[in-house]
């Protein structure tokens, strides 16, 4: 199977910055595949590239087999992508601009549908400059899909957005993923990279530091579980000694927690129930797609860039 997207070696640098830094990926066909990184990363100097938008200084970017600069007609028409920061003309009603964009594809959503489906049926008289943060966001994504695009580059896919247009987003995003399209997205959102994503990459300082499913770089960051109850009576920690999936225990007064692997709860209430220890409070903490990045970056997602 060919791959939709292909990276290779990918560097740019503006000046002094190097944003993207021998930045190598595949996405294959049909695949939702995420670009996670803290603001400057570099993911969007990466999707710009792949867009044929920037000119990288160095590597190579395939699209459908195609490279986006210099096979751009042939590869326009097959591509939908979506800029943080569309300009777009602000004297244009949103379904001037879908069926604007619209001509430009030989075949295509029908506007009114997509318009609909992307929850602007309301809005559809008002012009560009007269929209809300989150309608404009949800017009560049009308925007990006309108010729039925095979690939669809997506940066910051919900940003801005409410937890109801972003869940419509997101149901939207697993439809086009029933129908075959390649999605490639930048999010910020851990829950929405964990929802869509069957792969992800972690990007920092314009690398990759880590590539698998959401659930395979939590586990490869090896962080564990944690068990955490209160007990009334002191705590004997032996009573878990045997206990095969718990690594450690640490007791601060009543406070227990417990560390370890595989079905830590199960098997940590089983052995409590045998030695007749009664427990409140009882809480399972899994490790978190924020946490791995934290883990293998040495980072959290959500720090700025210095
Ligand atoms: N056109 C440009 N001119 C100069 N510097 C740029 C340009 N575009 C990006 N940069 C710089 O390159 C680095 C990577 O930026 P980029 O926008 O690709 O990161 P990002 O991961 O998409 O971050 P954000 O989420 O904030 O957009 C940053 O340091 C940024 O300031």
């Not at 867009?51 to 591509?79: I, N, S, T």
Request: aromatic share 4%.
């Amino acid at each position: 199977m060919m791959n939709a997207i292909e990276v290779r070696h990918l560097h740019k640098s503006y000046g002094e910055v190097v944003a993207v830094d021998d930045l190598s990926f595949e996405v294959n066909e049909g695949e939702i595949f995420g670009l996670l990184g803290r603001n400057g990363a570099g993911k969007s100097t990466a999707v710009e590239s792949i867009a044929g938008l920037v000119r990288p200084d160095r590597g190579e970017v395939r699209v459908l087999g195609l490279d986006p600069r210099r096979d751009r007609r042939r590869l326009l028409p097959k591509l939908g992508v979506q800029l943080q920061s569309s300009a777009l003309h602000w004297s244009l009603t949103v379904r001037e601009l879908v069926r604007l964009y619209r001509t430009f594809y030989k075949t295509g959503a029908e506007p009114d549908e997509l318009i609909a489906v992307l929850g602007l049926e309301a809005r559809r008289d008002v012009r560009f400059d007269k929209l809300s943060g989150g309608e404009a966001q949800r017009l560049s994504i009308a925007l990006a899909l309108v010729g039925n695009p095979k690939v669809a580059l997506l940066d910051e896919l919900t940003t801005g957005l409410d937890p109801e247009a972003r869940r419509q987003i997101w149901s939207l995003m697993s439809s086009l993923r029933t129908a075959g399209v390649t999605i490639l997205l930048v999010s910020h959102l851990m829950e929405e990279v964990e929802r869509l994503c069957d792969r992800v990459a972690l990007i920092d300082h314009g690398r990759i530091v880590a590539e698998d499913s959401p659930a395979g770089l939590v586990s490869q960051a090896g962080l564990g579980q944690r068990v955490r109850f209160r007990s009334s009576a002191p705590f004997d920690k032996t009573v878990l000694a045997s206990v095969s999936e718990v690594t450690s225990v640490e007791v601060d007064s009543a406070q227990v927690t417990v560390h370890g692997t595989g079905e830590l709860l199960q098997a940590v209430s089983t052995a409590l129930v045998r030695a007749g220890v009664v427990v409140t409070e009882t809480r399972l903490f899994r490790p978190t797609l924020d946490d791995a990045f934290l883990a293998l970056t040495g980072r959290s997602l959500q720090e700025e860039e210095k």
